[in-house]
């Protein structure tokens, strides 16, 4: 069982910035793959951008040249740096485990862009 806790949410202003950080329990963490989802009001989820445990990203086209994924494996940890925030931004972010099949979701961070 792989555990994720989410931080880093908060309230923004228009063209803010915000990090999101996914701690992740267990050994296994640099093997696994790992990404960011959001899910607005009365929207589906949606993928944010995703990391491999080669360190290859991808991106949904709304959030290029503005988001950036990482991780630290040292630290079991994957980051979300997220600049010129828009309101349309707004949403829960969950982060996502993906190892041989399972997979794991942690429980949010509520991302607000207001002014």
């Known amino acids: 069982q792989v555990q994720l806790v989410e931080s880093g949410g908060g309230l923004v202003q228009p063209g803010g910035s915000l990090r999101l950080s996914c701690a992740a329990s267990?050994?296994?963490?640099?093997?696994?793959?790992m990404a960011w989802y959001r899910q607005a009001p009365e929207k589906q989820r949606e993928l944010v951008a995703g990391?491999?445990?080669?360190?290859?990203?991808n991106y949904a086209d709304s959030v290029k040249g503005r988001f950036t994924i990482s991780r630290d494996n040292a630290k079991n940890t994957v980051y979300l740096q997220m600049n010129s925030l828009k309101p349309e931004d707004t949403a829960v972010y969950y982060c996502?485990?993906?190892?041989?099949?399972?997979?794991?979701w942690g429980q949010g961070t509520q991302v607000t862009v207001s002014s």
């Open positions: 996502n485990y993906e190892l041989l099949g399972q997979i794991y």
């Open positions: 267990g050994t296994f963490f640099s093997l696994a793959a």
């Open positions: 990391i491999t445990r080669g360190g290859d990203t």
